[in-house]
């Protein structure tokens, strides 16, 4: 029955894709839909999660997508992506992890071209939902996945057989990451090796692209002051879910269309550390080191469109309790909501691999004033 029921709502999935797909094509816009087999292999990042090793999942995805034509000038900038959502869906074939459904927005870009065959890099991210996590009780094996929602992110090489002036044939490989970055532990994560086999339907292949006016130069210095807060859990055995907070002013350089520099100071607030900092023998017995850390970090933000894809390192020059890394890493994603204020969510790394926290920003950005234009007329 229960099988039944996932077939119907598949079913229902494919029929609002074509749909879709439909009403595109009565307007001309590029757009394709793809379905595909996917083979997993779990790849074992730690030790600690050898007794994965062998698990194979089997998989399946159904993608929409649509080919970016010019309409927007940050189309002709990245030589012109598609842009598509996916639905991918794993059995583990394994009772501890169970199965998985991953939505996710993506993009794929082409790297090579020609009549019959094409190469594309794909990155997307998105949400997914597994239907057996971590529980002490029940199922205290699974160290991977700690709770039923996680983050996604998804890397893949794809190779395009042009079949005909509709259909292609897919291949391609690629990495699969699921984590919850923190919020519940314990969170080691889990990495997807895959290999796809599918076919693309294409409502058109070909058309003819528009090519904007490079706009005019603006204000390319800015300053922004924004404060951040996540929810993270400290280990296995501590059920207390701990607020961490941080406040953060920083000066911004944009270097092209694309590119912008970051350099700031930021002040973090870990109640975490403070449980931490009172088992911890390191620390000598009546003294309390102050768990307050303050940072100078520094980065790079790529844009595509509205939204800006950030990735920082940052230094901690104050930290008198030494728990962690002198350095952190972050990965951010920021959407303006007006001209000066934006939202953005990131993930909080120490040793480029180890999850901090998820963090959920509200900022506030100013431009410096331009320069009013000297008068030509000489003065009496």
Not at 39 to 57: A, T
Not at 110 to 117: C, T
Not at 226 to 251: C, E, N, P, W
Not at 255 to 276: A, C, H, M, Q, V
Request: hydrophobic share 40%.
């Amino acid at each position: 029955m229960i099988r039944n029921c996932l077939i119907l709502r598949l079913w229902f999935i494919v029929l609002g894709c074509f749909s879709c797909l439909l009403a595109f094509a009565q307007e001309k816009i590029p757009i394709s839909i793809g379905a595909s087999y996917l083979q997993g292999s779990v790849l074992v990042h730690s030790p600690k999660i050898r007794h994965l090793q062998g698990v194979n999942p089997v998989g399946a995805e159904i993608n929409l997508q649509y080919q970016t034509t010019g309409t927007k000038f940050w189309h002709q900038l990245y030589k012109y992506p598609r842009i598509g959502i996916s639905l991918i869906a794993f059995d583990y074939q394994k009772p501890i992890l169970g199965k998985s459904l991953a939505a996710s927005i993506y993009l794929n870009k082409y790297v090579y071209h020609r009549a019959q065959d094409q190469i594309s890099i794909r990155v997307g991210t998105g949400l997914a939902y597994f239907s057996n996590h971590f529980d002490w009780r029940l199922n205290a094996t699974n160290n991977v996945i700690s709770a039923p929602l996680n983050a996604v992110i998804q890397f893949r090489a794809e190779y395009e057989r042009i079949l005909s002036p509709k259909f292609s044939l897919l291949l391609a490989a690629g990495i699969n990451h699921y984590s919850n970055g923190g919020n519940a532990k314990p969170n080691l994560g889990i990495n997807i090796g895959t290999l796809s086999l599918g076919l693309n339907y294409y409502s058109q292949r070909s058309f003819e692209p528009l090519v904007q006016a490079w706009p005019p130069p603006g204000n390319k210095l800015s300053f922004t002051i924004s404060g951040s807060a996540g929810i993270k859990q400290r280990d296995d055995f501590d059920t207390i879910t701990y607020t961490v907070k941080s406040v953060a002013l920083s000066a911004m350089r944009q270097l092209n269309p694309k590119s912008t520099l970051l350099i700031g100071l930021e002040g973090f607030y870990d109640p975490s550390l403070i449980p931490r900092r009172n088992w911890d023998p390191r620390v000598e017995p009546g003294t309390s080191p102050d768990i307050r850390r303050v940072a100078l970090n520094f980065g790079h933000e790529l844009a595509i469109g509205k939204l800006g894809f950030g990735t920082y390192v940052g230094w901690y020059a104050y930290r008198p309790y030494k728990s962690d890394a002198a350095f952190y890493q972050r990965l951010e994603t920021r959407y303006p909501l007006t001209r000066n204020i934006y939202l953005a969510a990131g993930l909080k790394l120490h040793d480029l691999i180890k999850a901090d926290v998820i963090e959920y920003r509200l900022g506030f950005r100013f431009w410096r004033k331009k320069n009013s234009p000297r008068s030509t007329v000489d003065s009496p």
